[in-house]
Every structure is written in C-alpha cells, then in structure tokens.
C-alpha cells in the first residue's frame, strides 16, 4: 500500500481568507451567498490543473467489483424513443471487444464513463476533496469522475445535493435554468428532464468549476474527446431514513423489558380493533426511546461516520511505534461535546485526550510530538486504529 500523504500538504481555505478555489470569495462569503441559494461560475479555481488520474487509470478502477461505475451511451437514431438513452452497469473490462462489460470504442461519440468515489481509492482525488473540508466533513460525499468522448453526456436533469464540476481535461459545455417543471422523461434509464429550459451557458476549460445548489437543472456535454469532469458531491441525508437508521442503532442499545398490561380491557364486540391502550403503549416505548438526547447524538454520529458501501480496510500486523499518524482516507471521523465518534463507532472522550482526538478528526493528522504527549489511554486507542488499519503511520 503507497504510504499515506499527509493532509497539511493540502490545506483547505480558512473561513475568512479568500481563496481562487471560490473566485476570490472567502469560504464565509460562498456559504452565505452560493451555498444552497445559487450557481457560481468560478474561472481558474484550480490554475493549471491537470487529470489526477490518466484515462487507463480511471477506466482500471472501472473494472473493480469494488468501485460503482456506469457507462451512460447516446443512441440519436435509434427508432424507438426509449433506446436513444443506454444505461449500463460495471465493472468493465476495458480489453472486451463487445458485451455487458466492454466499453465502447474512444473513438465513438456521445458516451461517458462514470466512475463513483474515486476519492476512497487513489491519494491525490482525496487531498482534492480536502479543499472542500469548509463545509461539514459530514456532508461531503464523494468524488465522481466522468469521461466522455466527443458529445458525450447524461442529458439534461437535476441533482438533490450541492455539486463543484471541476474541468479536469478537454472542454464541457454546460446549460442550466432554475426551472419548477422537473417531470422526467417517462420509459428512459436515465433521469433525463422532458422539458429543459436553460437560461444561461457556458463552456468549461481545465481549471474552470461550476458550483450548482440542489435542484438546479443542468445538462453537461462533451465538446472534443478526452472530456474529464470531477464532480465533487455532498451527502443529503433524507430525514425519515436517518430517522429508521437512528431508531434501528437507538433499539439495539436500548433495554425496556416492560410488557404490556391490560387488566380493564373490557370484552369485546370488535375484536379486530387495535386497542388504543395498546397504541399508547407504543408511543410511550417510541418516545422513551429518543428521549435520551445524549443517546440519540451519540447513534447520529456513529450513522454519519458509518463507512461507505464496499469500502473495507487490511488490519495489518505490524506493532505500532508512537510517531506521527494520518488517517486512512476512507475513514470517517467526527466529534461532538461528548464524543469521538469514527468509521460507525464512538468513544467518550473529555479533557486533553478529547482536544487531541478533535485536533485528529479536523486535521486528520497527528504529529510525533503530539502523540508523544497524549496519555497512555489516548496511545492505546491510535494503537487499536492503527492494527485496524484506520489510520498508518508517516515517517
């Protein structure tokens, strides 16, 4: 495994200092103007910037179980209307000629490859994403990168979460409107608009990013070959799904063996009606359930620090010399007032050993000095991390 960069190399803006990444902006002008209120077309956020991953880079990462990737394909002439649109699933082997899990050929117009968080897998996508850290580490989600060839897209549509279209190579031509009609087109396997109306465009150059709030209509197209869009995206949890995950985590945990008890229950000439006793009583259990508030904050950050889908880590067997540590990018790590929470687990955490996680969890670093001084406990712990392979040494 390459050895870990450490992420100081990568700084993220400070919320007051302005910053190219934003046109100028400081990261607390962005938020109160752009974030989840307008586009913002940002020219040369990234001066000279160059694919992090070649083409055969990326379309190998397509080819792992994995990796989530998707091959979206054009078909203008096709016949029928519902086959003018081609959505495929990976991974992909890029030597097949034909099949499920052949690419088409560079040369062939109108196709793009979708590969899914790429920053979990390759160093430098994740120190990217680092730049983006003035924003909740809770609510970033991943990096996607796209290639396309000449005329390639996914048509026109909208997204529910905040996105940066960063132009990696090539050229894009991008169309957006704030429309209200966000009816899709019926019988397609792609969620493509039936009636786009952009109002205004613009074409990207490498370098050049787009940030687009929630349910802002959009349509990116390839112009030339070798296209490659970065789009880093931000998670949006849905609230009566964090809800279930945090009452599913908030049950297992809990202990209320009271049994229901109905010593006036008269007879009755309805037997199929749900007693309303009966429907109390369940209340009463859900609403103890999340009344403990310090209970119910320590189950959400274990919900949002829980580890992507199809991301594993390789314990390793090497004893642990305190030194520097930096963590593996695909662990997650969060704090609030009582806990430390990491990778879907938390510990409780108070005086000098919480500063220290907290300054891990923010900087997502430590240097040898700072884990020499730590406690013994606070050692213990990085050391169990370290076998688990959540965090690795730097020399």
């Known amino acids: ?12 803006p400070l919320p007051t200092e302005p910053t190219p990444l934003l046109g100028g902006l400081t990261p607390e002008q962005f938020m109160q103007r752009h974030w989840q209120r307008r586009p913002l077309l940002i020219r040369q956020a990234v001066a000279g910037f160059r694919p992090l991953l070649s083409r055969a880079e990326l379309f190998a990462l ?16 096709a016949g029928d209307p519902a086959h003018t649109w081609r959505l495929r699933h990976g991974p992909f082997d890029p030597r097949a000629r034909r099949g499920e899990r052949a690419l088409p050929p560079l040369r062939r117009p109108g196709w793009t490859l979708l590969v899914q968080g ?6 430098g996508v994740h120190a990217l994403m680092q730049r983006f850290r003035f924003v909740p580490d809770v609510r970033l989600d991943d990096v996607m990168i796209s290639w396309a060839s000449d005329g390639g897209g996914v048509g026109p549509h909208y997204d529910s979460y ?45 370098g050049d990013m787009l940030y687009l709030p929630p ?7 390839a112009l030339g070959d070798d296209c490659m869009t970065y789009s880093i995206g931000f998670r949006v949890p849905q609230r009566g799904g964090l809800a279930a995950e945090l009452v599913q985590r908030l049950a297992d945990e809990h202990e209320d063996e009271a049994l229901y008890r109905d ?9 199929a009606r749900i007693p309303a006793a009966l429907q109390a ?78 300054r891990l969890a923010d900087a997502r670093e430590l240097s040898a000095d700072e884990v020499r001084r730590a406690s013994d406990d606070a050692r213990a712990v990085l050391a169990q991390w370290f076998e688990a392979g959540w965090l690795h040494a730097v020399s």
């Open 281 to 358: 009583f369940a209340r009463e259990g859900l609403q103890r359930l999340v009344a403990d508030e310090r209970a119910l904050a320590c189950a959400l950050g274990e919900v949002l620090t829980e580890p992507k889908p199809r991301v594993w880590f390789e314990p390793t067997e090497v004893s642990w010399t305190p030194g520097a540590v930096v963590l593996d990018r695909r662990t997650r790590m969060a704090y609030d007032e009582h806990h430390v929470f990491i990778n879907g687990e938390a510990l409780i955490a108070r005086g000098r050993d919480a500063r220290l996680m907290r």
């Open 215 to 221: 349910r802002w209509a959009h349509e990116g197209v």
């Open 263 to 271: 010593p006036r229950q008269p007879a009755t000439t309805e037997p």
């Open 162 to 206: 905040d996105v940066f279209l960063l132009q990696a190579s090539g050229r894009r031509r991008w169309r957006i409107g704030r429309q209200r009609d966000l009816a899709l087109r019926p019988d397609l396997p792609c969620k493509i608009l039936q009636r786009f109306e952009p109002e205004q465009e613009w074409v990207l150059e490498p």
């Open 1 to 12: 495994m390459r050895r870990p960069t450490p992420s100081s190399a990568f700084p993220f």
């Open 62 to 77: 397509a080819a792992r179980e994995d990796v989530e990737s998707r091959v979206v394909e054009q078909h203008p002439d």
């Open 118 to 123: 790429v920053d979990l897998h390759h160093d």
